[in-house]
């Protein structure tokens, strides 16, 4: 018996098209997966101070207008303000860095040495590293907010290979049965509250844990059953062994391929034992997943606005990764030690880095 997606009873009623419509993403799941990676990549390849203001422009944008968008549809639920965090992580890693950090021309005052670590010059460069550092860090989850807005639960469990579906299944249970927990424990102090109940020592928690576990049993047994039902996690009984063989392969190849192009200085080789690893972790992936089949009640259909994006990802992924021909990669580099320089910009790498707004004008 197939695997069947949606588990849990949908928030919305099915049967209006408006519910169905809304359920789905604008975009395809795996096109915002491309979005992300070439956001990383962008982030985690430079420090040059233009370049990072262009990265976390275009992921605001997005933030704005596709959170707004892809959310109209979706529970609300608390998270952290992006400016908030953002603020207080480059704050944090500024100070940080130029407290560890003593290094640099410009100096700003000087700590008496006695000071453990702390001690030393504080210089402007430290403080401008770290803060770029900081904006790195607050780029980083700002792209992931994006992704949590925009994207269901269920569809990025979608996004997860079939081999380790069943894993993603449980650990999104766990995830959704948290809140329910202590939505439960309020419910139960309350009616406790009513019955003259007070909480005034160890033994007082009794008449609140009894019937907590009571109910995360029942809750439990219900959902187990509701899962054997519709076949979850159903296996053939004789297992192919061919996955595991591929993916001990691959690994071996993938840090061999590492070691040689990092340790022994042999990057052609190196760079064909990656490229071998990643085949075979790819193909033991394939493999794997052939061994859980699950049917999915409403796939996501690309569409060419989904190709858009990717191909938008894919060249800012591509421009801030890989050397190319007459293009002058230096203003990547930015490195403020020892002196405080003002950074470069290349118009070419810049005009790339739109490609990440294109979320923005897909419909």
């Known amino acids: 018996m197939k695997n069947v997606e949606n588990l849990t009873p949908r928030r919305q009623d099915a049967r209006t098209p408006g519910a169905q419509l809304a359920a789905r993403p604008i975009t395809h799941p795996v096109a915002w ?75 700003l005052f000087t700590l008496p040495e006695a000071i453990p670590l ?28 994006v992704l949590n807005r925009v994207l269901p639960v269920r569809a990025v469990l979608r996004l997860v290979p079939r081999a380790y579906y069943p894993a993603a299944v449980v650990m999104s249970i766990a995830v959704t049965f948290a809140p329910t927990a202590l939505q439960q424990v309020q419910q139960i102090r309350e009616a406790q509250a009513v019955r003259g109940h007070r909480v ?3 033994r007082s928690w009794l008449p609140l844990i009894v019937p907590l576990l009571e109910g995360s049993m029942e809750r439990s ?6 899962m054997m039902a519709r076949g979850f996690a159903s296996a053939e009984a004789q297992p192919d062994k061919r996955p595991q063989l591929l993916m001990l392969v691959g690994l071996v190849a993938l ?4 070691l040689m192009r990092l340790v022994w200085q042999q990057p052609l080789v ?74 470069a910009f290349n118009p070419i790498i810049g005009v ?7 979320p923005v004008f897909v419909r």
């Open 255 to 258: 840090v061999t391929g590492w």
């Open 270 to 343: 190196g760079s064909g034992l990656l490229l071998a690893g990643a085949l075979a972790l790819g193909s033991a992936l394939v493999l794997a997943g052939r061994q859980h089949p699950h049917t999915v009640y409403r796939p996501d259909a690309w569409h060419k606005s989904d190709l858009a994006v990717v191909a938008g990802a894919i060249l800012t992924a591509m421009i801030y990764l890989l050397p190319w021909p007459g293009l002058d990669r230096s203003s990547l580099f930015y490195y403020p030690y020892p002196a405080l320089t003002w950074p």
């Open 352 to 358: 790339a880095t739109l490609g990440l707004a294109l």
């Open 221 to 226: 047994m219900q959902l187990a059953e509701a």
């Open 33 to 107: 997966v491309f979005w992300v990676a070439a956001v990383l990549v962008a982030l985690t390849t430079t420090r040059n101070p233009f370049y990072l203001a262009l990265v976390l422009a275009m992921i605001g944008w997005v933030l704005v207008v596709r959170g707004r968008r892809d959310l109209a549809s979706q529970p609300a639920a608390p998270e952290i303000s992006v400016v908030r965090f953002g603020l207080i992580v480059v704050v944090t890693s500024a100070l940080f860095n130029m407290l560890m950090v003593h290094v640099g021309d410009h100096v």
């Open 200 to 202: 005034r020592g160890v």
């Open 118 to 145: 702390f001690g030393g010059p504080l210089t402007l460069e430290a403080l401008v590293y770290g803060a770029l550092n900081g904006l790195v860090l607050a780029g980083l989850f700002a792209a992931f907010t």
